[in-house]
């Protein structure tokens, strides 16, 4: 027995090692619940509501976050890490080592545990220390109890999944594309709204909302008892085991199918020599019209990049007007809800697609090697780059034609009056999210941590500059903030140019000129830093090729 709890504890430690080496899931997993808490809190305001207790607003806006914190940690990103390890072949030579399989599993589980349980210890500290949060020690029994019990249940919901979809990239979007829908039916992003009632009994049939509610009733100071709930916990605890139960028939499958690959493999007759399709020198044109359409192949062949960049701007819109009582509701300015965030989900679309997709994919070619045997082929830089750009484009003009339809659909959004501002407005700001992503991806050399950087610069910025969040008033210093990056600019140039008083021609001509200057800025970066040479793949130290030759100790990557 003891000797299988040090195999169990030496694997959960190696997972936790191999997270720390993971800056993306440390800021996705861990990260951004705590950077969601702090910029929700401060945005709403940490007003008093009980002056004789000291209650104040931000006690019950800590708990959706710190179970938000739970599931990124433990189903989210451990279904994405265990996907990996089994598409890379590492579950497979894993086999070929003494761990047991039981190990492998626990310390995946028990790694995601302990994130979890730091991601909800961070939001409730920085809760207590900075916004007068009270915990209550009647309680802390419940809290701790329902925690394991709901990172279990959700690890066991993301081995499901890792097993059952056929790709990491699918998984990745699957359940991210759980994930966020069902935390605006389970209370977690509305503040000032009211949830419809078909949207909070769907919320009630996930374990998402139970886990919301223990949580918030812990916290709440006008209730007493201990804080247990069991009809909370038996919800939580019947998702774990059908998600156990599916998993351990995706593995069984799975083991089958690869078995039956294997046989039909042997019998497999030879492949042909590829045949070239031109013997000539292509021209200029004919190279940039392949480096597009090479773009776009790629960009829409991603699942995780289409449900960032077109799936997710999507669901917001068609969720958060209905929240915040339907898409036509009125603004001060007098646009519509609907054509609001119809208008600043298309610009999100477009910064996910440009300023992080985009690099993220050239980036993991020069880790591959890929730029470097291109250098070899008859693409000249400017093709490579203005072909990235271009490709770019194609997608997010994609992305803002879904939205609208989908606004039309559902709120009635018609084509702006000064559409054509409206067209001219998103293209420099699509150029302008490219050309910082090549900038960013120029200067990092690291395929990790270029969607570090970009994603963690990006998804910040976007509660500031109108685009999850309308109608607030900011604190002085954000809002000057906001205002010097191209995003918030690039929100108010679309949303005043596609509102149906538009005045003159609809192009707001500051706004445009901020986002030329970053754009100049980042073509600066570029032809300073981006050339065949910095292409190359970044040298492995030795730590890393260390780690690379052993299969197991790759295992937690990305969980």
């Given at each position: 027995m003891s000797s299988d709890a040090g195999v169990l504890g030496r694997q959960v430690r190696h997972e936790l090692t191999s997270l720390w080496r993971t800056p993306i899931t440390m800021i996705l997993s861990v990260g951004f619940p705590l950077l969601f808490f702090v910029l929700i809190a401060s945005l709403i305001g940490n007003e008093t509501l009980?002056?004789?207790?000291?209650?104040?607003?931000?006690?019950?806006?800590?708990?959706?976050?710190?179970?938000?914190?739970?599931?990124?940690?433990?189903?989210?990103?451990?279904?994405?890490?265990?996907?990996?390890?089994?598409?890379?072949?590492?579950?497979?030579?894993?086999n070929g080592t003494p761990l047991p399989r039981w190990a492998l599993l626990g310390g995946r589980i028990g790694a995601a545990l302990l994130l979890g349980l730091i991601a909800t210890t961070l939001v409730l500290g920085v809760g207590v220390v900075f916004y007068d949060v009270q915990l209550f020690a009647r309680t802390l029994a419940a809290v701790v109890v329902?925690?394991?019990?709901?990172?279990?249940?959700?690890?066991?919901?993301?081995?499901?999944?890792?097993?059952?979809?056929?790709?990491?990239?699918?998984?990745?979007?699957?359940?991210?594309?759980?994930?966020?829908?069902?935390?605006?039916?389970?209370?977690?992003?509305?503040?000032?709204?009211?949830?419809?009632?078909?949207?909070?009994?769907?919320?009630?049939?996930?374990?998402l909302k139970h886990l919301v509610n223990v949580f918030a009733d812990a916290l709440n100071p006008y209730l007493t008892g201990n804080g247990f709930q069991p009809d909370h916990l038996a919800a939580i605890a019947a998702w774990g085991v059908a998600g156990a139960v599916a998993a351990a028939w995706g593995m069984r499958r799975e083991g089958s199918r690869v078995s039956t690959t294997a046989r039909s493999r042997g019998r497999r007759a030879p492949a042909a020599d590829a045949v070239p399709r031109r013997t000539v020198s292509p021209s200029g044109l004919t190279v940039l019209g392949g480096q597009v359409g090479h773009?776009?192949?790629?960009?829409?062949?991603?699942?995780?990049?289409?449900?960032?960049?077109v799936v997710f701007p999507v669901l917001l819109v068609a969720i958060i007007p209905t929240v915040y009582g339907g898409g036509g509701g009125v603004l001060a300015n007098g646009q519509t809800l609907g054509a609001f965030f119809a208008a600043t989900m298309a610009v999100y679309g477009a910064a996910v697609t440009a300023y992080v997709n985009m690099p993220q994919g050239l980036a993991e070619a020069r880790d591959r090697g890929v730029l470097k045997r291109q250098h070899a082929a008859p693409v000249p830089m400017w093709a490579l780059l203005a072909g990235r750009v271009a490709g770019t484009l194609v997608v997010a003009l994609l992305t803002l034609a879904v939205i609208y339809l989908v606004a039309g659909l559902m709120y009635g959004v018609g084509v702006p009056p000064a559409w054509p501002a409206a067209l001219l407005t998103f293209v420099v700001a699509t150029a302008c999210f490219a050309v910082l992503g090549l900038a960013v991806m120029s200067l990092i050399r690291s395929a990790e941590a270029v969607v570090g950087v970009t994603l963690g610069t990006l998804l910040p910025l976007c509660f500031i500059s109108d685009v999850f969040v309308v109608g607030v008033t900011f604190p002085p210093l954000l809002d000057r903030l906001a205002w010097v990056f191209p995003l918030r600019h690039a929100t108010r140039a679309m949303s005043l140019a596609t509102a149906t008083d538009v005045v003159g021609s609809g192009l707001s001509w500051d706004h445009l000129g901020v986002m030329l200057a970053w754009t100049v800025a980042g073509l600066v970066v570029v032809a300073w830093r981006f050339s065949w040479v910095n292409l190359e793949p970044r040298a492995k130290s030795i730590r890393e090729r260390a780690t690379a030759s052993r299969p197991v100790a790759r295992l937690g990557r990305g969980s």
């Open positions: 009980d002056a004789r207790s000291g209650v104040r607003l931000a006690q019950f806006v800590a708990p959706g976050f710190a179970s938000f914190g739970v599931v990124m940690a433990t189903f989210s990103f451990l279904a994405v890490g265990f996907a990996e390890a089994r598409s890379t072949g590492v579950l497979k030579r894993q329902t925690l394991v019990v709901s990172a279990v249940s959700f690890s066991a919901l993301g081995l499901a999944a890792a097993v059952l979809l056929p790709t990491p990239q699918a998984t990745l979007a699957v359940t991210n594309g759980i994930v966020i829908p069902i935390s605006f039916f389970s209370d977690i992003f509305v503040f000032g709204g009211t949830t419809p009632g078909w949207m909070s009994t769907l919320g009630w049939l996930f374990p773009t776009s192949t790629v960009l829409w062949r991603d699942a995780s990049s289409v449900f960032f960049a």
